[in-house]
């Protein structure tokens, strides 16, 4: 079945150092990719997408890539912020179920950025 | 409000006794998404609800576990019989619609469930 493998945790980094969380998938059909984002006491909300290979989702200096040849997905960021301390969740859409709303997550992988 | 929100924020129960959890969805959502998120792991999806079709209900865990919606609005959650296995975060999503794979889900803050 489909499957999310995400970069087990903790992360910790020093402010300003150079992120990457890695992610891969399995899947039956060509799935839109996700990255969630859970801050401390927040809902999870999303962080970026992207739709199809070759695509490169951003927002907030974070970017991923979706790289069919090597099924990944991994998260990027430059230069982290405390503020980006929070837990990341990869995450797919596969239009081969049946039913195409459901959403595969990875396990998380919690990031502690330290000032 | 403007996000998903979910009710109680926290619950702790007896084992053995039934709980109820709810969900409002934003308005307008058609598609309403349970999930389960236990201690240190990933989402597992329990059940999906689209405008008045059949629910998906394939990631119920067992049958102490069922869910309703009514129309397009309020979900309830049950948990009958609650076990310690149960102890989760139960996490509540909407999207405008289950069929574009490209859709954003929007995230209640979640039930914090505790078994004892």
């Known amino acids: 079945g489909d499957s999310v493998t995400q970069m087990e945790g903790p992360v910790t980094l020093s402010e300003e150092a150079c992120l990457t969380i890695n992610c891969t998938y399995t899947a039956t059909g060509y799935p839109s990719l996700f990255w969630y984002v859970q801050y401390p006491g927040e809902g999870l909300q999303l962080l970026l997408k992207a739709t199809k290979a070759d695509d490169k989702g951003s927002n907030k200096g974070f970017e991923a890539t979706y790289r069919k040849e090597t099924t990944s997905f991994h998260l990027e960021k430059g230069s982290v912020q405390v503020s980006d301390s929070a837990v990341y969740f990869c995450?797919?859409?596969?239009?081969?179920?049946?039913?195409?709303?459901?959403?595969?997550f990875g396990s998380g992988t919690r990031l502690s950025i330290r000032p | 409000g403007a996000g998903v929100s979910q009710s109680p924020s926290n619950k702790v129960t007896e084992k053995g006794k039934d709980v109820e959890l709810r969900c409002d969805p934003i308005s307008g959502h058609t598609a309403l998404y349970w999930y389960r998120q236990r201690l240190g792991q990933g989402l597992e999806f329990l059940i999906y609800?689209?405008?008045?079709?059949?629910?998906?209900k394939s990631g119920l865990p067992s049958d102490r576990f069922s869910a309703e919606r009514t129309g397009e609005s309020v979900s309830t959650l049950t948990i009958q019989r609650t076990q310690q296995e149960d102890s989760a975060v139960y996490l509540c999503?909407?999207?405008?619609?289950?069929?574009?794979?490209?859709?954003?889900?929007?995230f209640g803050p979640g039930t914090r469930l505790t078994v004892l």
């Open positions: 999503a909407s999207t405008t619609t289950a069929a574009a794979l490209t859709d954003t889900q929007y």
């Open positions: 609800f689209q405008g008045n079709s059949a629910p998906d």
């Open positions: 995450a797919l859409r596969d239009p081969g179920y049946s039913s195409a709303s459901k959403i595969i």
